[in-house]
């Protein structure tokens, strides 16, 4: 079956980085992209980033844009989020999943495909903090 784990989360200052791992299992990453998405307390999810697996291409949301860099290893099943320059508001827990990436209005937005993606991983949380 599906499994997404999520690891490499942990508190750091403000202006600090952090490198985070999503390893897929139970199906084919080839014609899927994967995305990174977070939950803040008292928040809904959100997009924040997403790759499309066969061919590299990325696309932020704008507060992610600049700061947070995402990549692949297909043979590892395994995608990343690099995040620099980290805020406090940046602080949540973050999930990987399939994802489709939307422009609006000259600004993208990152969604989980299906919409009733139900195959969530534990989540790795992040806390940035002084």
């Known amino acids: 079956q599906v499994q997404l784990v999520e690891s490499g989360g942990g508190l750091v200052q403000p202006g600090g980085s952090l490198r985070l791992s999503c390893h897929a299992s139970g199906f084919s990453l080839d014609s899927v992209a994967m995305g990174w998405f977070r939950q803040a307390p008292g928040k809904e999810r959100e997009g924040v980033s997403c790759?499309?697996?066969?061919?590299?291409?990325?696309y932020y949301a704008d507060f992610a844009e600049g700061r947070f860099t995402t990549s692949r290893d297909n043979g590892k099943s395994e995608v990343y989020l690099q995040m620099n320059s980290l805020k406090p508001e940046d602080t949540a827990v973050y999930y990987c999943a399939t994802c489709r990436a939307q422009g609006i209005r000259g600004h993208i937005f990152v969604y989980p495909t299906p919409p009733d993606f139900s195959s969530w991983g534990q989540g790795t949380q992040v806390a940035v903090s002084s």
């Open positions: 790759i499309v697996m066969s061919d590299g291409n990325t």
